[in-house]
């Protein structure tokens, strides 16, 4: 079974069923990696910067003696190790022994790991470019003129349940505040797990666009700031999602202060206290002291009534400056956040845009 190098859509389409294996040093892994890809490196961070000097600063063939040395004593491991991955594998593939290989060009590292894999057995398929093919894709992505249903609405409209809920409904969706694991505001980051970065936001989200263009379907997403804690919405992407219709969820103040008290009520308490400080100027000394003051004293409702009708405004500004709003934006109003405000929204959205 030869190994086979096949091209980035291939490679993608195989990626779904098979595990794939990224075998580019840790630092190049941690920083960012094909999303579900096992790291399995070479050479360690050190040996690959030894292996990279040698090749500069004497020739191709010493650097290929210095990767031999580091490359010999892990075959055993390496081969055990992908058994292990096609193992947990298994119920999702019934090639028991396909596997997919990455480096970083699809050079040499990715041609030695494939080599010994193949000679002891296992169906081996690398990618031509390697892993900066795919950053390629990723990018190629964002420029698709795709066509979104932005789902608008201040905070505490329940959005995010909105947008699970419109999944079930079988729509196309994208969580961008899931995928970058923030709520957007100051607040947005305490209880959950730290962000990725940037590059690897970027690989996570172009697949789930990818995916999501397979229902041939507007794919609804949630209005955004283009920065979503320290991650940005790249600018492509942006600019369509800007010049998409806003369907904005009319929620009642007082129901939409009841759910944030619900939702941010059980944070930590000092974290909520130091994130009004992180926009005190903004808020002004005048809100955030008294805003703090009524945490302080577990009045949450009266803090976030006032925290509320700040990011009110923010939103409001946000929402009109852009070009065309009068006709992208669609109110529909709501008396209460459930989940059965898909109903009018898919009504009103489907009585608006005929499908695709």
Known sequence: MPV??????????????????????????????LPEAHSMPLFTDEERKI????????????????????FGPKMRAMIEQTENIIAVHS????????????????????????????????????????????????????????????????????KTELLLALKKHNEAVIDLEGIASHKGSAFGN????????????????????????????????????QRIGHINIPKDLWTTMRNSPVFFLDIPFEER????????????????????????????????QPAIEYLQTDNFLESFRILLKYYDKFYQRSLHNRENINSLLHCIECKSITTENTRPLLAHAQKTYSPI
């Open 4 to 33: 086979e190098r096949i091209h980035i859509e291939q490679f993608i389409t195989l990626a779904a069923e098979h595990p794939v294996i990224d075998v580019r040093s840790p630092g190049e892994y941690n920083h960012a990696h």
């Open 190 to 225: 305490i209880g959950l797990p730290t962000q990725p970065s940037q590059e690897m936001f970027e690989n996570i989200l172009a697949l789930s666009l990818q995916n999501a263009m397979k229902a041939n379907k507007p794919i609804w997403l949630e209005d955004e700031s």
């Open 257 to 288: 202060l009841k759910y944030i008290v619900q939702e941010y009520g059980k944070l930590d308490k000092e974290q909520l206290i130091a994130a009004i400080e992180r926009i005190k100027q903004k808020l002004g000394g005048q809100n955030a």
């Open 51 to 70: 292996v990279g000097t040698s090749y500069k600063q004497r020739s191709r063939e010493v650097a290929i003696k210095d990767g031999v040395d580091f």
């Open 91 to 158: 119920e999702k593939s019934k090639e028991s022994k396909i596997i997919l290989i990455y480096c970083w060009r699809g050079g040499m590292r990715s041609g030695a790991v494939s080599w010994l894999l193949d000679l002891y057995g296992f169906k081996v398929y690398t990618l031509i470019g390697g892993y900066k093919k795919f950053r390629n894709h990723v990018l190629d992505i964002f420029k698709i003129p795709l066509r979104f249903h932005v789902l608008g609405g201040y905070t505490g409209s329940g």
